[in-house]
């Protein structure tokens, strides 16, 4: 009897830790777009957020001087404009460097 109390202890155990670790991961992923304009000079780089990355929406973080992380629009002509931005920073510096 003390066995079956262990293994229901243990199962409850697991199935709460489950239902613990899985809301843990979408703490990293972006839930909205920003609405501000972000200045050219404050961008650092950018990565790419998919919904195949079990993130609600597709999205362009972008990574600021002040360490802080921006969620855009990947479809905003303004988004489009910070990245290309980045790139072109990115690409300077790799001259410079060569």
């Not at 609405?35 to 973080?61: E, F, M």
Request: proline share 3%; net charge positive.
């Amino acid at each position: 009897m003390a066995s079956g109390k262990f293994i229901l202890i243990s199962l409850c155990s697991v199935l709460l830790l489950s239902q613990l670790i899985v809301p843990a991961h979408s703490w990293s992923c972006c839930l909205s777009y920003t609405k501000r304009q972000l200045p050219c000079k404050r961008l650092l780089a950018y990565s790419l957020q998919t919904i195949n990355q079990n993130c609600d929406i597709n999205a362009v973080i972008f990574h600021m001087t002040n360490g802080r992380f921006v969620c855009a629009d990947p479809l905003s002509s303004q988004t489009r404009r910070g990245m290309q931005c980045v790139d072109q920073r990115q690409q300077q510096e790799a001259k410079i460097m060569a």
